[in-house]
């Protein structure tokens, strides 16, 4: 059974870098054939990709967040993450990771981490 | 960016009731379509890709249909697991993007 589990701090000051890690079990990051996801949802609102990550390495970020995203990952420990640089209150939202299968959609997801922005 | 369009963004339903909701991409993205539901303080799960291909798991009463620009997500009798939020996520190009929702409540 594939799961994904979100894990980072809850609560972030204004200007500083959001930083979650996704630990994936159940099926290899290494796989060719599947992207490894972050999503983010404002509180009572729609979903917005952030971007995305292959084995190889390759990234895709969303422009809207391009400048402020970066997305990498541990194989030894079969987890990737997400970083977020000067972070307002616009970035508070619940973060989640999920895997993208073979027919490119979402099949799998986390449980979600509600990260608030707020000194 | 593709911009997605759900209509309605709030149906009101009654168990039984059949369900159609509609979302439009505001560029071609062939059959590049995916519908998800939630439900409060979960994540969203895979119900549709394709444009019309059942998740293995996802109840028959759930189907898709469309092409191109105009899809439909239809739930044939209304069960009261369904009352739930439901998006629409083109994945033809980047960036993925995802429709406002479509909150279905109860009548």
């Known amino acids: 059974q594939v799961q994904l589990q979100e894990s980072g701090p809850g609560l972030v000051k204004p200007s500083e870098t959001l930083s979650l890690t996704c630990t994936v079990s159940g099926a290899s990051i290494r796989s060719g054939t599947l992207y490894w996801i972050w999503i983010r949802q404002p509180p009572g609102k729609g979903l917005e990709w952030i971007g995305n990550i292959f084995y190889s390495g390759s990234t895709n970020y969303n422009p809207s967040l391009e400048s402020r995203v970066t997305i990498s990952m541990d194989p030894s420990k079969n987890q990737f993450s997400l970083k977020l640089t000067s972070v307002t209150a616009a970035d508070t939202a619940i973060y989640y990771c999920a895997r993208r299968n073979a027919a490119f959609v979402f099949d799998y997801w986390g449980q979600g981490n509600l990260v608030t922005v707020s000194s | 960016d593709i911009q997605m369009t759900q209509s309605p963004s709030t149906l009101s339903a009654s168990v039984g009731d059949r369900v159609t909701i509609t979302c439009r991409a505001s560029?071609?993205?062939?059959?590049?379509l995916a519908w998800y539901q939630q439900k409060p303080g979960k994540a969203p799960t895979l119900l549709i890709y394709k444009a019309s291909s059942l998740e293995g798991g996802v109840p028959s009463r759930f189907s898709g249909s469309g092409s191109g620009t105009e899809f439909t997500l239809t739930i044939s009798s209304l069960q009261p697991d369904d009352f739930a939020t439901y998006y629409c996520q083109q994945y033809k190009t980047y960036p993925v993007t995802f429709g406002g929702g479509t909150k279905v409540d109860i009548k």
């Open positions: 560029q071609w993205i062939t059959d590049s």
